[in-house]
């Protein structure tokens, strides 16, 4: 009996532990570790200063650096191509190795283990390692989104939010790990993030929809954690700048973060058990004889339900003919459908300004703070504090938005239009060199750049549909990397190298070749971020257009079609438990009736 009995529990536990690592909500967890090291272009501010020392580099060349990394990380069209006709496992493998790649080139030019790298060798090496993050978001995050289409708007945030905070969390582990070597940290945003997507090569999948009325509570405990997470790196950062650390402090402070991102482990087993609690309970609690008899009239459904696709599937998603003939708002739009959407274009150029010129400010952080003469440790400060304010950001818009959207039916396109004219005073506080005001701008900086990415993506989903969403995803990256060569390599850096070429003369020096570059002073930024910040309020007032556009779509019942889906589904998945309990109960019944 107590061989039998442990024998059935260690054949339960099992059990239990292959449900729990198949489950859709271990699949969560298993994405938000990827995302929590998928976020190392937010970085460039701290290790920037050491490829333009060691390289030699001026400006305009940094921040053409800058730009191939963002073209990498946001022009992740091919990520979105092979993800729609293979399993999101291809992509994260492509990505790891490209982030390995990358990063590790990087590492060995500023180290100098290889002979010193032409600016165009830099620019590739950068825009492949920083392109594994459009596949790791390609990967993981649109396949979460489509495993929770209800829920797409905390999705978004949730993920998002840990993309802002990894930059802090690698910062944290580098410190504990390397300690005080910057170059170090270009090794470290090599191996990490591909190490962890190859972990969770075989997780990560397309999971079948099913309605879960608690859903939207998961989310807020994996939420709560988070926020406990970000707390807890602010708290850290705040004594780092205070005081100075030891080693073995940097060690238990990063010990302490990565306990906190293991601790969504623990919602993962209470749903789960949850889950099988309930299923064990609805199959003890079916009737045996009389539903059964019930239950044999149910198979012609089916052959109703299957009927409507047809139509749809004679459209290509890349078919010229239907292009300036789309469907609804909300319907599964083809790939050039969308593309030729006027709504797409408001999107596209609201973004172009709005991340362009957040962006711009992030990559120059260190520049900035040298010039307004912040201390180093400062600048520090100053990233870790926008890649909080980044998680911030993105969880309140993606949460937040969610909310107002099933409470109120406020609209996500207004959201994003506050969001750009917030960030505007970011910038004027950068322009016009506040005191302490570099502070409270990486705080507003941070949080609305972050904010526009889950605005953008849910927006994206629900008027173009899910169906090409990978591609359609990545196509709205694209307006990152155009606003921020715009704004950060034509503008920015052009004004910088300018002044600083200017205060060289007045010194009454010539610039030696191959020299840095540096410039002193409010003057260096501000021309650049009062045009800036012109733009983006330019921004602001055009994508108030899309507002108008869709605010009747946005009064509708938007997840309806996913309800209905997912409850048939249910249903189905319902009647097929009945009818194998009918069928291992028509032995019984028989003899009943005799």
Not at 74 to 81: C, D, F, S, W
Not at 499 to 523: I, M, S
Not at 563 to 592: I, K, M, Q, Y
């Amino acid at each position: 009996m107590v061989a039998a009995t442990n024998g059935g529990t260690e054949f339960a536990t099992g059990a239990f532990a292959a449900q729990v690592i198949t489950g859709r909500w271990f699949m969560v967890f298993a994405t938000t570790l990827i995302m929590s090291a998928a976020g190392a272009t937010y970085m460039f501010g701290l290790y920037s200063p050491e490829i333009k020392t060691s390289l030699g580099y001026d400006q305009t060349t940094l921040n053409l650096l800058s730009f191939f990394k963002d073209l990498g990380s946001n022009v992740g069209v091919l990520a979105g191509l092979i993800n729609e006709v293979t399993p999101p496992w291809v992509v994260l493998s492509i990505g790891s190795v490209l982030n390995l790649f990358g990063y590790v080139m990087i590492w060995l030019a500023v180290t100098r283990r290889i002979a010193r790298p032409q600016v165009w060798h830099m620019c590739l090496y950068i825009c492949i390692g920083a392109n594994s993050q459009s596949f790791a978001n390609t990967g993981a995050l649109v396949t979460a989104v489509k495993n929770f289409p209800e829920s797409r708007g905390a999705v978004l945030g949730l993920l998002k939010g840990f993309v802002g905070l990894s930059g802090a969390i690698i910062t944290q582990i580098y410190n504990a790990v390397y300690h005080n070597d910057p170059r170090a940290l270009i090794l470290l945003i090599g191996w990490l993030p591909a190490a962890i997507s190859f972990v969770f090569l075989r997780t990560i999948r397309i999971i079948k929809v099913v309605r879960i009325p608690h859903e939207l509570k998961v989310f807020y405990r994996f939420l709560y954690v988070s926020l406990g997470l970000a707390g807890f790196l602010m708290l850290l950062i705040i004594l780092q700048k205070q005081l100075n650390f030891t080693r073995a402090e940097f060690i238990a402070g990063a010990a302490t973060v990565v306990c906190l991102i293991f601790l969504p482990l623990v919602i993962v087993f209470k749903e789960e058990l949850y889950l099988t609690n309930k299923k064990n309970q609805e199959l003890s609690n079916l009737p045996p004889q009389i539903q059964i008899v019930e239950q044999k009239p149910p198979p012609p459904p089916p052959a109703a339900t299957a009927a409507p696709p047809p139509e749809n599937q004679k459209i290509s998603c890349w078919n010229p003919e239907s292009m300036f003939h789309p469907p609804a708002r909300g319907d599964d739009y083809t790939i050039l459908q969308a593309l030729f959407s006027l709504d797409m274009l408001i999107l596209f150029f609201a973004t172009i300004c709005g991340v362009g010129g957040t962006l711009t400010a992030i990559d120059n952080l260190g520049q900035i703070g040298a010039s307004l003469g912040y201390p180093k440790k400062s600048i520090s400060t100053f990233v870790s504090l926008v890649s909080i304010w980044n998680y911030l950001g993105r969880v309140v818009a993606g949460f937040g938005s969610e909310h107002f959207l099933k409470k109120y039916k406020f609209p996500r396109p207004m959201m994003l239009t506050l969001t750009l004219a917030v960030s505007c005073i970011g910038h004027l506080l950068i322009a016009f060199d506040v005191p302490n005001g570099l502070y409270f701008a990486s705080v507003i900086i941070g949080f609305c750049f972050g904010a526009q990415w889950p605005l953008l993506f849910a927006i994206i989903s629900e008027l173009f549909g899910l169906k090409y969403y990978s591609t359609l995803y990545n196509f709205g990256s694209v307006a990152s990397p155009i606003g921020l060569y715009l704004l950060n390599v034509r503008l920015t850096g052009h004004l910088y190298d300018k002044e600083a070429l200017k205060q060289l003369r007045a010194a009454g020096r010539a610039r030696v070749k191959g020299e840095e570059l540096d410039c002193n002073g409010a003057v260096c930024f501000r021309v650049a971020f009062l045009v800036i910040a012109a733009a983006t309020a330019f921004g602001a007032a055009v994508s108030l257009l899309l507002v108008v556009r869709t605010r009747k779509f946005y009064r509708s019942d938007i997840y309806k079609k996913f309800r209905d889906e997912a409850e048939a589904a249910a249903a189905e998945e319902e009647r097929a438990v009945v009818a194998s309990a009918a069928a291992n109960g028509n032995g019984n019944g028989a003899h009943a009736s005799k």
